[in-house]
């Protein structure tokens, strides 16, 4: 033990347990900006369970940056509608071909293969997970963290400058932080199998590239498509006569199966029958689990130098197949403010991560059990309300576009930020367009006569101002003038990067403003959409976060300038002497 006033060396590690999908991503996020970090996990190896088989759009862009959004794609099967039926009628289809985003479809990918995508990206940043692992308890004093991990039968002590507990639903980390986890089990047992599907709802292109939701009077019923060919992932509600006893053990998220009943394959195949109505052939089980799930959520995501991320802060239904999408977003939220506070921002930075993070998972939470509901609704009152809800979801343009925008998570914005950089200055925005605490939006844009999308430019590191000329000639001297204002007290050359989007080509660049080529990259909006999109019908600059989360915008004039200086003072380090302290270099 170590003696009692010590205080942190700024050399002890950021400690990541857990190494699930989200702890590696945490990893990952903090190690390409060149911040110590250990992994440990207490599973002797990776997991190899297909769990999470959706990744959404808003995950797939949060991750373009951490250099594994193409591999991801790459391995997985785009799924481009989502399609529902009430018995054998198709009552609602949700194309994803509407979704703005560079990714408009749902990834089908099992958690497996993502997990060990995951797993490369954090080895070419340096980093080994390490396995069989387990921190047995935790402790704080006087701005260090003690671990006490457990290797087999040795148990040693490690010291972190922070942790964050990415280790699941019955985390030791929110364990022995006294964090609560609030909620309760859903009363319902589901089943979750990945098998061999010949059936005519399967058949098919369509039948690869759709995920098909049945409603019955004994439950919904799900299947969607796997990589594998001919493979599906079934997910149902369980049949009364098939459930055992309720448990009240708050560490389910899901995938539990202690208790649970076993169910065969032609029981399977008899239910599939009675509930999807149609017939079908189904082999080859390679996962079958039945499960039960808990609505709970962290009562804070925050002790001290202790965060909580992922399953470890909320569990809930894998209705809609939002956990690990959501945990990952935590992941992400949280390492570029940490990093940022390493290098010597405000450590106030930090509680936005709480102020940002738990209303989200307290919506998914909300929704996801909102949904199981109304999937297993059997009254005809009940499933004529759900019958007229989707219809409507699916005939009304802009409710669809905004349902989808919540499906794929686009919508996913934090009112209740703590940063500021709110109210935008008056006259920059419309009251549509996006602000403070909204997902900057993608578009297409055109880069040295190449087609590229937005969110695709901006580097990898650090927060990006992006700059709409609006076809105005004078755009380029006014941003000169104001970059020196913008760029005093922080390093910005190396953590902002400028990016000008212009409505017309060589209209509005002004070879005499001083803005260099190698300063600013230069975009061309051919179709003015992106402008429409971001409401830039007069010069305006936005300051996208790491995140893809909009800053701060305000006008292209020096009224928006504290307001901007507010923002980058909260979430940038201070400028620093490079030679005294060489900045390290991220990976
Ligand atoms: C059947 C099913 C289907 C699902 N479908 C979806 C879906 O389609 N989409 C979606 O987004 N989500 C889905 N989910 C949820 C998703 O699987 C979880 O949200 C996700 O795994 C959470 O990731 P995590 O990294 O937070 O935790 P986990 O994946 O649980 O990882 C926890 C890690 O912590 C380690 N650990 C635990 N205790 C300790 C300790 N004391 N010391 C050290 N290490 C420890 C474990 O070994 C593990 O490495 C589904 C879940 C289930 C069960």
New binding site residues.
């Given amino acids: 033990m170590k003696p009692s006033g010590e205080v942190m060396d700024p050399s002890d590690p950021v400690v990541v ?8 991503t945490a990893a990952i996020e903090l190690a390409r900006r060149g911040v110590s970090v250990r992994v ?4 002797a190896g990776p ?1 190899t ?1 297909s ?6 759009a808003r ?1 797939l862009e949060v991750l373009q940056r951490t250099g594994v959004s193409d591999r991801l794609v790459g391995l997985g099967l785009p799924l481009h509608s989502f399609r529902i039926h009430d018995q054998r009628r198709a009552i609602a289809e949700l194309p994803f071909a509407e979704v703005p985003s560079a990714f408009p479809f749902a990834l089908s990918l099992g ?1 497996d293969v993502t ?1 060990k995508v995951l797993r490369d990206r954090l080895q070419e940043a340096g980093v080994e997970v390490e396995w069989g ?4 308890q935790l402790e704080q004093e006087d701005g260090t963290v003690r671990l006490t ?1 457990e290797q087999g039968e040795r148990r040693h002590e490690a010291r972190a400058s922070w942790v964050i507990g ?8 929110r364990r022995s932080s006294g964090i609560a986890f609030e909620g309760e089990p859903f009363p319902q047992w ?1 089943l ?1 199998a990945d098998l061999q599907v010949d059936s005519p709802v399967t058949a098919g292109e369509a039948g690869r590239s759709r995920t098909n939701m049945f409603f019955s009077d004994e439950g919904a019923t799900a299947v969607f498509p796997l990589p594998e060919p001919g493979l599906y992932r079934l ?1 149902t509600a369980l049949p009364q006569d098939a459930v055992p006893a309720i448990d009240d053990d708050e560490s389910r ?4 199966d202690r208790g649970a009943p076993t169910v065969d394959l032609a029981a399977l195949e008899q239910l599939w029958q009675r509930r999807v109505g149609r017939p079908a052939r189904l082999s080859d089980p390679r996962w079958i ?1 039945p ?1 039960q ?1 808990n609505s709970r959520i962290a009562a804070s995501y925050r002790s001290g130098r202790v965060f909580l ?4 802060a909320h ?1 809930h239904s ?1 209705v ?8 990952i977003q935590d992941a992400v939220n949280l390492t570029w403010k940490l990093a940022a506070v390493l290098e010597g921002a405000p450590e106030g930075l930090l509680d936005t991560y709480e102020a940002e993070r738990r209303p989200v998972a307290e919506d998914v939470l909300h929704d996801s059990r909102r949904n199981a509901v109304m999937a297993s609704a059997t009254s005809p009152l009940a499933k004529a309300g759900r019958s007229l809800a989707l219809r409507t979801v699916t005939r009304v343009g802009p409710v669809r576009r905004r349902f989808l925008a919540g499906l794929t998570m686009l919508a996913v914005s934090y009112p209740a930020s703590v940063l500021p950089g709110r109210p935008a200055p008056t006259g920059s925005r419309p009251r549509w367009a996006p602000g403070p605490g909204h997902r900057a939006p993608d578009g297409d844009v055109s880069l040295r006569g190449c087609p590229a999308r937005l969110l695709g430019l901006l580097a990898p590191h650090g927060h990006a101002l992006v700059s709409f000329d609006a076809g105005r000639a004078d755009h380029d001297n006014s941003l000169a003038d104001l970059l020196p204002e913008i760029r005093t007290g922080h390093d910005l050359v190396s953590e902002i990067h400028v990016v000008v989007v212009r409505r017309y080509r060589g209209h509005g660049k002004n070879e005499q403003s001083g803005l260099s080529p190698e300063e600013i990259t230069e975009v061309l909006d051919p179709t003015g959409r992106l402008h429409d999109t971001y409401g830039a019908s007069r010069p305006v600059m936005v300051l996208v976060r790491p995140d893809g989360v909009i800053g701060w915008r305000g006008p292209l004039a020096p009224s928006g300038l504290p307001l901007l200086r507010a923002v980058t003072d909260a979430s940038l380090p201070p400028a620093r002497d490079s030679h005294a302290h060489p900045r390290r270099l991220p990976t």
């Avoid at 347990?17 to 590696?24: D, K, L, S, Y």
């Avoid at 440990?40 to 599973?43: E, K, L, N």
């Avoid at 769990?51 to 959404?56: E, L, S």
């Fill in positions: 347990v857990g190494a699930g999908p989200v702890g590696v440990v996990s207490a599973g997991s369970t769990k999470a088989m959706g990744i959404h995950t958690q997990e692992t387990r921190l047995v991990l990415c280790d699941g639903g019955s985390s030791t980390v589901f979750v997910a998220g899901g995938g539990g689990s499960f799930f991320a992922g399953d470890a569990v894998p809609g197949g939002q956990g690990m999408n959501t945990g």
